[in-house]
């Protein structure tokens, strides 16, 4: 999709507000020149204090991105992204896990259920701010203690929002989804190269 602009995406300097390796892995994959500066903002907000899960993950990501923003110049980036994932269920968000202990907690609560993943995203070019956040429903099936246990094992859930990672070992846990499959990773590829695709063509 970024094809015909990606001669004017390389000569701008873009900067990638995250500390993700997923998120790095795939903006690198769109063919264009993107620096990685993980933000340092503590991510301390709280989803009660929000209207809705979107103003949430909007609102984490933009201070991703104003945080980023205030620490670089001499060039100012001409693009900075942010984005941040929480997963949900019964209205209720399931961030990091902080140990083994919890990781399977939340595991064990999302087996052959229904949750949400939104991913919201702030692009900042100059003084004007995109932003938006995408959705999708990824339901999970069967699993025993056993299954979940050995997962926990892995490692893998303790940095990943709810607990597991759709690419990776995570992914077997998965039946089915409904939307888009980057959004579970967390960086909705479709919208944030459309809106890439408007600005600069």
Do not use: W
């Amino acid at each position: 999709m970024l094809h015909p602009v990606r001669h004017v995406l390389n000569q701008k300097r873009i900067v990638l507000a995250s500390g993700s390796p997923r998120r790095q892995e795939l903006m690198k994959n769109l063919g264009i020149n993107v620096e990685i500066c993980p933000s340092r903002f503590e991510e301390d907000f709280k989803p009660e204090d929000f209207p809705s899960f979107c103003a949430y993950v909007e609102e984490t990501a933009l201070h991703k991105v104003l945080e980023v923003s205030d620490r670089l110049h001499d060039p100012a980036p001409d693009v900075i992204i942010g984005a941040d994932t929480v997963v949900t269920m019964d209205g209720v968000v399931y961030g990091k896990p902080k140990n083994k202990e919890r990781a399977f907690q939340i595991l064990t609560k999302l087996m052959n259920r229904k949750h949400r993943v939104y991913t919201g995203v702030v692009i900042k070019i100059a003084d004007k701010f995109i932003r938006f956040t995408e959705t999708t429903d990824v339901y999970f099936g069967q699993a025993t203690p056993e299954q979940i246990h050995a997962y926990v094992d892995t490692g893998e859930p303790l940095d990943k929002a709810g607990g597991y990672g759709i690419q990776g070992v995570g992914g077997t846990f998965i039946e089915r989804i409904e939307g888009d499959y980057f959004t579970v990773i967390g960086l909705p590829l479709y919208r944030i190269c459309r809106e890439l695709y408007c600005l600069f063509r």
